[in-house]
C-alpha cells in the first residue's frame, strides 16, 4: 500500500473519531473491511472519550448491540433534560429496527414507566417468548386490569421457567401467587394475630404491593401492633378500584366494590395503595398512595384508631359544625369558646368533656377571665403540661378546638413524634372512638 492510500485511510478513520464522519466515507470504510478498526478503538477508548461517542453513532446506525450500548451511555448520563431523554429513545428505537431483543424490553420498560401502556405492549407482543417480555407484559396487564391476560402471560411464563429453571424467574412466579394475583396450589393459611382491629391492605401493581410491605412492617406501624394488624397485601386493579380523583386531590374510589369481595371476613379495615392521591381515611377505609412515607401512613393508622387532625379541617367538615354533643377523639374537643358562671363549676364542665381530663393537673389552668366571661385555653405553659391548648382543627366564633398538649405532635406534622400521653389514653380506652367497620362505607356508597 502506497503512503498516500494508507493516510487516506487513516483520514477516514480519524473522520469518524472526530464525528465528521460522512455517510459516503463510512461506506469507504465498510467495503475496505475497515470497520474492524473502529470496533477496536471503541473498545480502547473510555465512553466519556468524545471518540468513543463519535464512533458509537456511526456504528449504531448498522450495528443494534452497538445502539444498546450507546442508549445505555445516555441512561447512565440521564439529567431528566429532554436532550438526554430524546437521545436514550433514539438509539433504544435504532436498535429496535435493527432487531435487538434487550433494547425492546428495555424500550418497553419505559414506556411503561412513563404510562403508555399501549405502546409498551405493541413492542412487547411480537417477543412474548422471552420471559422479560412477558414479565413486563403480566405487569402492564396488571395495570390495565385485564386479568384473563395475567393468567394467559403467566400460565406461558410457567411454562418457559419450567424450562429455564432461573432463580429470579421463579421468584417473579412467586410474588405473583403470594399477592393473590394467580391461584396458587400452596397457598398458606394465614396466621391469626390477635389485635384490636384487623386489616386488609390492598394495591395495584407490583411495586405498590412490595411497598406496601415495607410500609406495614416500618418500626413506626409496630408501636400500634396490640391495636391494629395486617392481613396479606392483596393485588386489586385500578379498572375496579374506579378511582374518581385527580392527581392533587384526596384519593376516593368506588366503595361499593367490597360488598362482595372475598376474604374479608376478619377485618373491620381495608387499606388501599395507589399510585397517586392525597392520603385519608374515609370511615373504615384508609387511603395512601405510592409516594407516601411511613409516618404518613403511621399518621392515618392513628384516624382509624380515633385520633383527629391538629392542623385546620377543611370548612364543611361535619366535626366542624357545631359544638360536640359527647366526645368523638382521643385527642380533640370541640367546645363553646365562652362560659358563664363560677370557675369551679365552669372547670368541671369542661373536664368532664376532655377525654385526657383525669391527665390534667389541678393546678393547670383552663380558662382566663374577660368582660365576656371565661375565655376557654390553657396559657403560657410548659411544654410537656396536659391541659386544654386551642387547637388549630376548628376555630368558629362561638367555639374552638381543643387538644391536651401545646407541642406539636405527628397528627400536625407527619414527621413529629406520636405522644406518650396519647399512648396513654389510647391504652385507657382502645375501642371507644374507633372508626366505623369498612361495610359502614359499603352501605354509603350503595345508597
Not at 253 to 275: H, M, P, Y
Amino acid at each position: 500500500m502506497s503512503a498516500s492510500s494508507f493516510f487516506w485511510l487513516s483520514s477516514l478513520v480519524t473522520a469518524v473519531e472526530n464525528g465528521h464522519g460522512t455517510r459516503a466515507q463510512l461506506t469507504y470504510i465498510s467495503q475496505l473491511g475497515l470497520k474492524s478498526m473502529l470496533y477496536k478503538k471503541l473498545n480502547i477508548y473510555g465512553v466519556d472519550d468524545n471518540r468513543w461517542q463519535n464512533i458509537a453513532k456511526a456504528l449504531a446506525k448498522v450495528d443494534g448491540d452497538v445502539s444498546f450500548k450507546l442508549a445505555n451511555y445516555y441512561i447512565d448520563k440521564q439529567d431528566g433534560t429532554f436532550d438526554t431523554n430524546r437521545s436514550i429513545e433514539l438509539w433504544l428505537l435504532q436498535a429496535v429496527r435493527l432487531g435487538h431483543l434487550g433494547a425492546k424490553v428495555l424500550l418497553a420498560q419505559i414506556y411503561v414507566d412513563n404510562n403508555q401502556l399501549v405502546v409498551a405492549e405493541k413492542l412487547l407482543l411480537p417477543i412474548k417468548y422471552d420471559t422479560s417480555a412477558l414479565t413486563l407484559l403480566i405487569e402492564i396487564s396488571l395495570l390495565k386490569g385485564e386479568l384473563k391476560n395475567v393468567e394467559q402471560y403467566s400460565s406461558q411464563f410457567k411454562t418457559i421457567e419450567a424450562v429455564n429453571q432461573k432463580v429470579e424467574h421463579q421468584l417473579f412466579y412467586k410474588k405473583l401467587e403470594k399477592y393473590g394475583i394467580i391461584d396458587s396450589p400452596t397457598l398458606e393459611t394465614e396466621t391469626e394475630t390477635e389485635c384490636l382491629a384487623k386489616i386488609a391492605p390492598f394495591a395495584t401493581n407490583l411495586d405498590n404491593l412490595e411497598y406496601f410491605e415495607k410500609l406495614i412492617s416500618s418500626p413506626n406501624v409496630e408501636l400500634l401492633k396490640p391495636y391494629l394488624c395486617f392481613s396479606s397485601v392483596k393485588y386489586i386493579s385500578k379498572v375496579e378500584l374506579n378511582c374518581h380523583h385527580r392527581k392533587n386531590e384526596a384519593i376516593a374510589c368506588d366503595e361499593s366494590i367490597w360488598q362482595n369481595k372475598k376474604g374479608l371476613t376478619n377485618n373491620r379495615f381495608i387499606a388501599v395503595l395507589v399510585d397517586e392521591g392525597g392520603a385519608n381515611v374515609n370511615s373504615g377505609i384508609l387511603y395512601i398512595d405510592s409516594h407516601d412515607t411511613e409516618e404518613v401512613f403511621f399518621h392515618e393508622l392513628t384516624h382509624l384508631l380515633g385520633f383527629i387532625d391538629e392542623y385546620p379541617l377543611p370548612k364543611n367538615h361535619f366535626r366542624c359544625s357545631a359544638v360536640q354533643k359527647s366526645m368523638f377523639s382521643h385527642n380533640i374537643a370541640i367546645l363553646p369558646r365562652l362560659y358563664q358562671g363560677s370557675r369551679k363549676v365552669v372547670r368541671q364542665k369542661i373536664l368532664n368533656q376532655l377525654p385526657w381530663g383525669k391527665y390534667i393537673s389541678s393546678h393547670t389552668q383552663l380558662v382566663s377571665r374577660t368582660t365576656e366571661g371565661w375565655k376557654l385555653g390553657t396559657l403560657d405553659e410548659e411544654l410537656d403540661t396536659v391541659g386544654a391548648f386551642i387547637a388549630e382543627s376548628c376555630n368558629e366564633k362561638n367555639f374552638v378546638s381543643i387538644r391536651a398538649l401545646k407541642q406539636r405532635t405527628a397528627l400536625r406534622y407527619f414527621e413529629e413524634k406520636f405522644p406518650d400521653l396519647y399512648m396513654r389514653m389510647l391504652v385507657d380506652n382502645p375501642d371507644k372512638y374507633l372508626m366505623p367497620h369498612f361495610t359502614h362505607n359499603v352501605l354509603q356508597a350503595t345508597k
